[in-house]
């Protein structure tokens, strides 16, 4: 018995060397592409009607019409099939792949007696970068290409100071090949701490201007002090004002993210104040501040979500001027922007399914904004404003290949996103999870699994919770145990991906099947080597609900 | 030259076309029983208001034409009711997280939208002085608005009143009342709380000198090429505004030893104390807050509700007002503010204060403590068009506010309210019958 | 014959205490000359009324007044009924921020067993200020929980909760859920299943007091059975089973008002509605249960701005106008004093004056089966008198007199107390 363990553990582990090669070579040469027969919006010029793309070494080589393009040799050549061709859409504002923390109370708004807890000093962050925590995950990634997001701007969410953003190409899982721009900008919010100074949104903005004026001195003393530092007592060292000197004195870009129209004015009075090199997000209110916005020339981040804030007079007097404000005022905002001639991106913001992303699009342009600006403020316009317009933004010689096939016009009822290039990597889209029909059996609890593969016969426990139509658990066998992820059970059907932890590296694979109540039959795909599992209930075993986990 | 001159009066006079036909600011109100405060009552008269301002107080003023006309017979008209004490319009209260907080500012954290400006408009009142909380002994720098609602919240900024920075004595700043885990917050007395404000005190003229040391060095024939300036301190700046006589102190206390004491401490340092907020032992020192000159801005009769305020008396407004105290009635409450008219009745039942007398509770009064006095607080010509007018006497108890006018713009109609409503209930029932 | 006289002199004198006594026992006082409104008759202008010990014993324009009587001139006056109070807390609390003198709310959920006017403070400092206004009788009444205990009926003089209990045990006091407040509404959301909750629990309750009483009056039969366990809250719901104790519920949304007819009804109770801030939305269904409502402080915001600001105001006018019998309250201590000026409000708001006064004088005393004893100037009723120069209902209104049960009450408070040491 031991013997034909050691001999499966050196099978399992040739098959996965040759995987790693394989994965590794792909890293060293990208391949090329042609995509021909496509209709071109290169949204820096004029459509082209029936054209070509050429990608090479992650770049646009070439583009044109068709017949103008020399198609190289060793391209290999895609089949546009009148696909409409964009550039890649840009999310200058979003929060993908980070830990979701719990949704802590609203803070209230009016207390007239003072709270608990002595003072303790809290202590900002502005330094930290969002790079750090990314954690990259294939359904998001999936789920963004699906409605056309090539890039984007993961933003830290948290505190005053939020921290650095960092701009990511969507080109895969690995987040330190996403990286197009670390960091972009030092995040602010207008919110509270709940026990420490500040806990009121006065106390807030005097912590802003408070910190703002200390870094300019502090900037100052240092300069003094590199220049004549004889006589002159050296500052003391302030990681927090130091991390603050690149934005504050040296102009670095600063978001402030601004949930209501207030905040907007906060904001571009700090601008103001400080001659800060300063971008406003958020702000669906922003329709209601144009002419400070038309003054004040600031690039805006306008977020796709269109609930008004909680203590707008749109929410306060009746839910059904709330749902109107939902449905109809609020969509119109982009519009407006537009009418006063104001440049502005469009950004996911606090939205995080994709197809709400993709419907406040549409309903942007219901509501009166042109379908060009809408693509124009998802492409170039957030290029520019996030400084990587010689790279990405429109469909030009020389940029990254980040380009979206659609099967329709951009944003209109149906389009579909067919392909997605991301730095030159072709992504088939697939379509999305059918919804759910309601599983047959309740397949929880714990099954002696067999599985027949080209290298042999092997044994595995699984330990299995459902709950509705997902699955989670784990696989235990003589290799370790592994975790079951993406588990979906729809109706009969069975399908979920095993995370495998061979030799410190995770490996995919996935399982689609059969479901009865007391088997499972199905097969397993790995790296194109398939292998037959039948599992069997292990009577007397079954776990209750959070067993597991 | 002459081309010159003509073209200038042309210029001229297409700039006064447009003042006057700033249409939404230009109102006449006729017939009413006019209540100036400061010039006795009109039984019957009319008030014109162009851009904004009251040109004219007199009978059967002729309509200019395409101004709005208001017919008042039968009803009482008065300037619009100033509530120098409120939290309304804000999004945030009091700062919590350290016990001195000068370096805040409530015109930071305006709220146009907080649905109190409207309940304000219903009780007649047209202009608010908007405050931090009593939680710190010193608090922030208040803010005086106009009720002017639908308008943005940097319109409603009056910038005619006097700078105020919030102060507070007694439980609410030595948190008597909040039970808090762990270790308490020092000051947790009332020495505490004169303590801490006089140490405040004492670094901002620290402050002030390393300020005017470093301006005269820089004056100097030869600054020394490493002068540094100090580091501006939010939080003493306020202070220093305050010794230097830029901003005045607003300061919460009820007893009147605590009261008394505020008067040392601010005669040590020699800023200026504009009022006393609550003040509900006001009567027994008010010789002194005569003689000082310090006004107090009151509820008339909410008392007992802690042990501080237990020695509150119905008679403290009159009382004082009669002694030559400056006195107002604040309502400090988002659901008072509409009844302040009620309140300053009740100054004429506990007190024997004249009509007159009463409204200036509520009027003049909080305008001078405001100083806002050339601009409000009664109706004169010159002043703005703040007008509140009401269905009875105001002081009376069946009276109901109907207008409310600022600067020559109607903010409030309870006609066009009730018709409003009437038929939104029409067409619920029209949807209804449908259905 | 001198002696005789001696004697019989001696024998009259001995009369004479005797005189004094019923003097003393039956003072008259004449109250002359002043506009009197009665409430429950015409105006009289210029009257009279007399009083006969406790009681009024007439009033009129011409009205003779007997020898001895006390007279007190009323010229340019105004005399009213004294008036009633809906729902207080005078004699529960002092201070609201001091535990140690708030006595109005019990801890627990079903407290029936509680009597508010067992935790009366004779000496509270706001009984004085609320009599100095015009106020001679008020309903004090426990809170908290589901079922908060019984009220009860107190004149505002007395120097011991004996001497100041009118009737007690009144009502027993249920609360529904409250509304939620105005700024909170679009955070927290509606609780709708809140007052059915309640409701259910209520059922259940007295469905266990029905067999509760069914198996003491059982027990009660057959000395040979052992008497069914002691049950303290089922046992002092008996009263309320039985009808001789109505309910007073507390009760304000308007889906919560519909269920809480219905569970009257249903159970067959006797009810008086306290709150009822969504009345006017069911001003019909109200007036044909007959069950009144007595309103609580109008010195409150409508909790949803859609119902328009003056909603708190209004409604008193419009139930009124439906046919609902109402009376105001002041649910307050130390501004018990306010009475007349919530039902003054309620008139500026389209509640007819002379209802408005009704509503704290008659109304009330009907509402709490005392009308027999007070609520309007009638002869046989108790003096319960008010001299004012002006509408009692009126902010700027002096009170001259007050008597309660024919004792002219000292107006003298706190207030006047403290102004007078200090004032120069």
């Not at chain 1, 080589?61 to 546009?80: F, L, M, N, Q, T």
């Not at chain 1, 220049?227 to 003391?236: A, D, M, V």
């Not at chain 2, 008597?176 to 947790?188: D, K, T």
């Amino acid at each position: 018995m031991k013997k034909k363990a050691k001999v499966k553990r050196v099978i399992v582990l040739f098959f996965f060397s040759l995987f790693l090669l394989l994965s590794f070579s792909e890293a060293r040469v990208l391949p090329v592409y042609a995509v021909v027969n496509c209709k071109i919006f290169p949204v820096s010029g004029p459509p082209i009607e029936k054209g070509v793309i050429v990608i090479r070494n992650g770049l646009i080589e070439s583009i044109g019409e068709e017949g103008k393009i020399v198609i190289p040799e060793d391209a290999e050549i895609i089949e546009g099939e009148g696909c409409f061709a964009y550039p890649g859409l840009i999310d200058a504002h979003g929060s993908f792949f980070l830990e979701t923390k719990k949704e802590e109370e609203p803070s209230s708004e009016r207390e007239r007696l003072p709270a608990l807890s002595p003072q303790e000093k809290f202590k900002p962050h502005p330094e930290f970068q969002v790079f750090k925590s990314l954690k990259p995950k294939k359904s998001v990634l999936e789920s963004l290409h699906r409605i056309g997001f090539t890039t984007v701007l993961v933003v830290p969410e948290e505190e005053i100071f939020a921290g650095q953003s960092v701009l990511l190409n969507l080109n895969g899982e690995e987040a330190q090949a996403m990286v197009v721009k670390n960091p972009f900008a030092l995040h602010i919010n207008f919110v509270t701490n709940r026990n420490t100074y500040p806990t009121s949104l006065m106390g807030t903005m005097a912590f802003l201007r408070q910190s703002f004026l200390d870094t300019e001195h502090y900037a100052l003393h240092s300069a003094f002090f590199s220049r004549h530092s004889k006589g002159l007592r050296r500052p003391e060292y302030d990681p927090f004002l130091e991390s603050l000197i690149p934005f504050v004195a040296e102009k670095k870009p600063v978001v402030f993210n601004c949930a209501n129209l207030e905040d907007i004015k906060r904001a571009l009075i700090l601008i103001d104040e400080f001659k800060l090199n300063g971008y406003i997000a958020g702000a669906n209110e922003a329709w209601r501040v144009v002419g400070h916005l038309e003054r004040a020339k600031v690039p805006l981040f306008i977020s796709l979500d269109y609930k008004p804030p909680l203590n707008s007079i749109y929410a306060t007097q009746g839910e059904e001027l709330r749902e109107k404000a939902e449905k109809e005022i609020y969509p119109e905002n982009p519009a407006i922007l537009s009418k006063k001639g104001l440049r502005f991106a469009l950004c996911s913001h606090t939205l995080k399914k994709s197809e709400d992303i993709l419907k406040n699009v549409q309903k942007a342009i219901e509501r009166g904004l042109p379908r060009e600006e809408a693509l124009k403020a998802m492409t170039i316009i957030p290029a520019r404003f996030l400084g990587v317009d010689n790279l990405l933004g429109s469909l030009e010689q020389g940029k990254i290949a980040n380009i979206i096939f659609t099967s329709g016009e951009i944003f209109k009822e149906g389009t579909r996103v067919k392909r997605v290039f991301v730095d030159g990597l072709s992504f088939e889209v697939k379509e999305p999870p059918k919804a759910e029909a309601p599983a047959l059996f309740n397949i929880s609890g714990r099954w002696l699994a067999k599985i027949t593969s080209p290298m042999g016969d092997m044994e595995m426990t699984l330990e299995i919770e459902q709950e509705g139509n997902s699955i989670l658990g784990k696989i235990l066998s003589e290799f370790g145990q592994w975790e079951i992820t993406d588990g979906l059970i729809t109706g009969k059907e069975l399908s979920f991906t095993i995370s495998a932890m061979i030799m410190g590296e995770t490996v995919e694979l996935t399982f689609k099947g059969e479901a009865e109540m007391d088997s499972l039959v199905g097969t397993f795909s790995f790296m194109g080597i398939t292998a037959a599992m039948r599992a069997t209930r292990i009577p007397g075993e079954n776990f209750k609900r959070g067993g597991i986990r | 030259m002459r081309e010159k001159i003509i073209s200038f009066m042309i210029v001229l006079n297409i700039i006064t076309c447009f003042a006057v036909f700033s249409f939404a600011q230009d109102l006449l109100i006729k017939n009413g029983t006019i209540l100036t405060i400061t010039q006795g009552k009109i039984p019957k008269g009319d008030i014109l208001i162009m851009g904004g301002v009251i040109r004219r107080i007199a009978d059967n003023i002729e309509p200019p034409p395409g101004v709005k006309v208001i017919d008042a017979i039968g009803k009482f008209v008065m300037p619009g009711i100033i509530d120098s004490h409120t939290h309304i319009a804000l999004a945030g209260v009091n700062e919590s997280g350290e016990t001195i907080s000068s370096e805040v500012k409530m015109m930071d954290v305006l709220n146009a939208e907080d649905p109190a400006i409207f309940t304000a408009l219903t009780g007649g009142v047209t202009m608010v002085h908007t405050m931090h909380g009593s939680g710190n002994p010193i608090g922030g720098e208040n803010v005086v608005l106009k009720m002017k609602w639908g308008k943005p919240s940097e319109e409603m900024i009056v910038h005619e009143a006097l700078r105020t920075l919030k102060f507070a004595l007694g439980e609410n700043p030595k948190q008597a009342n909040i039970f808090s885990l762990g270790e308490p917050r020092y000051p947790q007395t009332r020495m505490g709380v004169n303590a801490i404000i006089r140490r405040e005190f004492l670094k901002a003229k620290d402050y002030l000198e390393q300020w005017e040391r470093y301006d005269e060095a820089k004056r100097s024939k030869n600054p020394p090429k490493n002068l540094l300036p100090p580091r501006k301190d939010l939080k003493l700046e306020p202070l220093v505004d305050m010794l230097r006589g830029k901003m005045v102190a607003r300061c919460h206390s009820y007893r009147a030893d605590e009261t008394l004491e505020f008067i040392e401490l601010s005669k040590e340092f020699g800023f200026k104390i504009a009022a006393f907020e609550h003040a509900s032992e006001a009567f027994k020192i008010a010789d002194k807050l005569v003689e000082e000159k310090i006004g107090i801005s009151i509820f008339l009769d909410n008392w007992a509700y802690k042990v501080e305020a237990s020695e509150g008396i119905a008679y403290n407004a009159a009382y004082c007002a009669k002694k030559g105290v400056l006195v107002s009635i604040n309502s400090d409450s988002n659901e008072r503010i509409r009844r302040l008219f009620n309140d300053a009745a009740k100054a004429m039942k506990y007190g024997d204060l004249s009509e007159e007398e009463a409204l200036k509770l509520i009027t003049i009064n909080p305008a001078i403590q405001l100083g806002v006095e050339k601009i409000a607080g009664s109706l004169e010509v010159g002043k703005h068009g703040d007008i509140a007018i009401f269905s009875e006497h105001p002081l009376s108890a069946y009276t109901c506010c109907e207008i409310t006018i600022i600067e020559g713009e109607v903010y409030f109609d309870r006609a066009q309210y009730l018709k409003q409503r009437e038929e939104e209930k029409k067409k619920e029932e029209v949807k209804k019958g449908l259905n | 014959m001198r002696e005789k006289i001696v004697i019989i002199l001696a024998m009259l004198s001995l009369f004479i205490p005797l005189f004094s006594e019923q003097e003393k026992k039956t003072e008259l006082i004449a109250i002359q000359g002043g506009k009197i409104i009665p409430v429950g008759g015409e105006e009289i202008e210029g009257g009279t009324v007399l009083i006969r010990g406790r009681l009024i014993e007439a009033l009129g324009k011409e009205i003779e007044i007997p020898q001895g009587a006390k007279i007190i001139s009323a010229k340019g006056l105004f005399v009213y009924p004294g008036m009633i109070d809906g729902q207080c807390y005078l004699g529960l609390q002092e201070i609201g921020s001091i535990r140690a003198t708030v006595d109005s709310t019990e801890t627990g959920i079903i407290n029936p067993q509680l009597q508010a006017v067992e935790a009366l403070r004779p000496d509270s400092i706001h009984i004085p200020i609320a009599r100095a206004n015009g106020i001679t009788a008020a309903l004090v009444v426990p809170t908290g929980g589901l079922v908060a205990g019984q009220s009860g009926l107190i004149r505002l003089y007395g120097m011991t909760p004996q001497e100041m209990v009118i009737k007690s045990p009144m009502a027993m006091h249920i609360n529904l859920p409250s509304l939620p407040s105005s700024s909170r509404q679009q955070r927290r959301g509606d609780q709708p299943e809140e007052a059915s909750k309640r409701i259910k629990e209520l059922k259940e309750l007295f469905a266990k007091v029905r067999h509760y009483q069914k198996q003491r009056q059982f027990a009660r039969k057959n000395k040979i059975l052992p008497l069914p366990e002691f049950d303290e809250k089922l046992e002092f719901l008996l009263p309320v089973i039985d009808g001789t104790m109505p309910l007073f519920i507390s009760v304000h949304a308007e889906k919560d008002i519909r269920e809480a007819m219905k569970f009257v009804e249903e159970e067959k109770l006797k009810a008086i509605f306290f709150g009822v801030e969504e009345g006017w939305k069911v001003a019909e269904e109200l007036a044909k249960s007959g069950i009144p409502v007595i309103f609580d402080s109008l010195y409150e915001l409508p909790s949803k701005w859609e119902d328009g600001y003056d909603a708190l105001y209004r409604n008193p006018g419009i139930l009124r106008k439906a046919g609902v019998k109402i009376a105001f309250s002041s649910s307050s201590a130390s501004l018990a004093k306010d009475l007349p000026y919530h039902a003054s409000k309620a008139a500026a708001f389209g509640l007819d004056r002379s209802e408005a006064l009704k509503a704290v004088t008659l109304y009330p005393a009907e509402i709490f089966g005392v009308d027999n004893l007070m609520g309007s100037l009638e002869s046989g009723k108790l003096a319960n008198i008010v001299v004012s120069d002006g509408d009692i209902l009126e902010l700027a209104t002096h009170v001259k007199h007050v008597f309660i049960e024919g004792k002219e009450m000292d107006l003298k408070t706190r207030y006047e107390e403290l102004l007078d040491k200090y004032k120069k």
